[in-house]
């Protein structure tokens, strides 16, 4: 299994940004895709982006053109580059990393993301 730390999780006013880090503990260059997923209060986890292999990234509707997700291969980093955050968006991030053969699926801790005024 690959161990997965996020960081960069806080407090932001609506309309803020914040950025998100997760660092694993080998390489990513071997993942299918890694991404981020959040789970609001009272729902459950959804997908937010999912950053596959070359760089193509698949991001949900709600964050569509608000969020980018990003991955360093060199330095076993994938990012979340969170801009015009809305009181929706609090809830707890977690990163992922995901490899079909052989089958790895891993999860960070997760991240408090809060967005309030």
């Known amino acids: 299994q690959v161990q997965l730390v996020e960081s960069g999780g806080g407090l932001v006013q609506p309309g803020g940004s914040l950025r998100l880090s997760c660092v694993a503990s080998?390489?990513?260059?071997?993942?299918?895709?890694m991404g981020w997923w959040r789970q609001p209060p009272g729902k459950q986890r959804e997908l937010v982006a999912q950053?596959?292999?070359?760089?193509?990234?698949n991001y949900s509707d709600a964050v569509k053109g608000r969020f980018t997700g990003s991955r360093d291969d060199a330095n076993n980093t994938v990012f979340l580059h969170m801009n015009s955050l809305k009181p929706e968006d609090t809830a707890v991030y977690y990163c992922?990393?995901?490899?079909?053969?052989?089958?790895?699926?891993?999860w960070g801790q997760g991240t408090q993301v809060t967005v309030s005024a």
């Open positions: 950053i596959f292999r070359g760089g193509v990234v």
């Open positions: 080998g390489s990513i260059f071997g993942a299918d895709f």
């Open positions: 992922r990393y995901f490899r079909f053969a052989p089958r790895v699926d891993s």
